[in-house]
């Protein structure tokens, strides 16, 4: 029998730990992290999340290229479980795929990667984020020109068209967060009486030849 | 505990293979047909249990139950555990392939030596068998906790912060992980006391193992 009295000391002082500890309040993540990434005109969007729903905030992200490994970015994600950055002039002139991670240190990580076509073509950035409808009312009042009011109009649309399908990224990403269902449970049992049969059998055989040696 | 693919560097990796092999080894060696049923039950407890999600502050932890594993079967947990966690990384995404020898190892080997120094106190049953419930319950989380914050850590200094939070996390699963133990044992010492005495090693080689 077993009986170092130190060892016990040391397991009752690791219970009274235990026992206190549903005190603190202190989070686990164990679940699996997950990440949207996309590019909204010139910036990148990143919006993380847990498995469970939990909003990933205070998530540790990184961008690369995914080609040669070098980091353009790197930040940290909101109290919201958002990131938004401005894409470097470097990553729009390589025109490489975009390596987003997204970890909490404590073993969770989640990667997208970003294809170059959906980088925006490189452009003058003043065309990319011009103040230009504050000069939408006054437009009437002055000839229109065309060639100037087309790009404000896209523009426009296209604000209006990302904040109409904000609620359906977000969606997206709520249905991409489902846990496991029946099917996978039912199976993994299935697998594991399947294993447990397996080894019956196997372990019937060799008892069986060697009580009857042949 | 799931570490995900990809955080871990790969000389941690070799290391958690290179003990997740000889423990998978002793367990299956040491795994007959008396305890076969039973390691197949708690290998879809600990299968199952990482979906029991327990509400905790602004979070939820998940159960292990790997303690309870390591007190009924000893090394026979370790391809338990393996089976489980083989099982959530292919069907649920939780933690993967490549890092399966570090979560192994973070979550058998605790369980394993708890069961291995608590046993004694299990097969006396009544109050020593309770307390052996508690212990290993808490005890296995606990030493997974710290073997996966160790695992971080060595990866990369920056995660010992982390690792710390991860050890810190944990202790309240230690609790409820060590109550649950703890009514586990108390209800088979009341239904099926020989599967407590079972878990004893047979005291002679090629003596009856229950």
New interface residues.
């Given amino acids: 029998m077993l009986k170092p009295v130190p060892l016990r000391l040391g397991l009752l002082a690791l219970l009274l730990v235990c026992v206190t500890a549903s005190w603190w309040t202190a989070t686990a993540h164990a679940h699996r992290l997950l990440i949207m990434a996309w590019v909204q005109g010139d910036r990148l969007m990143v919006e993380t999340a847990f498995g469970t729903g939990q909003i990933g905030a205070n998530m540790a992200i990184t961008v690369q290229d995914a080609v040669t490994g070098d980091v353009l970015l790197s930040g940290a994600t909101d109290a919201q479980g958002l990131y938004e950055a401005a894409l470097p002039a470097t990553a729009l002139e390589r025109r490489a795929p975009l390596l987003i991670q997204a970890t909490d240190g404590a073993g969770h990580l989640a990667e997208q990667t970003i294809a170059p076509e959906e980088l925006p073509a490189l452009a003058a950035p003043s065309t990319a984020s011009p103040p230009e409808v504050t000069g939408l009312p006054s437009l009437p009042d002055h000839p229109i020109d065309h060639a100037q009011l087309s790009p404000l109009i896209q523009q426009a649309i296209a604000e209006a068209v990302r904040q109409e399908i904000a609620p359906l990224r977000r969606e997206i990403l709520a249905l991409s967060q489902r846990g496991p269902g029946i099917p996978e449970i039912v199976g993994g049992i299935g697998w594991i009486v399947g294993l447990a049969g397996l080894g019956a059998l196997l372990l019937r055989r060799k008892t069986g030849t060697n009580t009857h040696p042949r | ?7 871990l560097s790969a000389p941690v990796l070799a290391l958690g293979a290179a003990v997740t092999i000889p423990g998978l080894w002793l367990g299956l060696r040491r ?3 008396d305890r ?2 039973l ?2 039950a708690l ?2 407890v600990f ?2 249990a ?2 029991i ?1 327990v509400p ?7 159960l292990l139950l790997n303690g309870l594993a390591g007190l009924l079967l000893g090394w026979v947990a370790f391809p338990v555990i393996f ?2 966690l083989l ?2 990384a292919l ?4 933690g993967g392939l490549l890092v399966l020898g570090v979560n192994t190892t973070s979550v058998a080997l605790p369980a394993v030596l708890c069961g291995l ?1 608590l046993r ?1 106190w299990l097969a006396r049953g009544g109050k020593p068998a309770l307390c052996a419930g ?2 290993a319950g ?2 296995a989380v ?1 030493g997974t906790a710290l073997l ?1 914050g160790t695992a ?1 850590a060595m990866t990369d200094q ?2 010992l ?3 710390k ?2 050890v ?9 992980e ?1 109550a649950i133990t703890l009514f586990v044992v108390g209800f088979l010492g009341q239904t099926r006391p020989d599967l407590l005495t079972c878990a004893l090693p047979p005291v002679t080689e090629g003596g009856p193992s229950c």
Avoid: K, R, W
């Avoid at chain 2, 505990?1 to 955080?7: D, F, K, L, R, S």
């Avoid at chain 2, 069907?91 to 939780?94: D, G, I, M, P, T």
């Fill in positions: 505990m799931h570490i995900t693919e990809g955080v795994l007959d047909e076969l049923i390691a197949a290998a879809a299968f199952i990482s979906l999600h905790l502050g602004p979070s939820s932890v998940h089976v489980g099982l959530q069907l649920f995404q939780f120094i004694p508690l212990l808490a005890g606990l996966a971080l920056g995660f912060t982390a690792a939070l991860v810190l996390a944990h202790l309240p699963v230690a609790a409820i060590g």
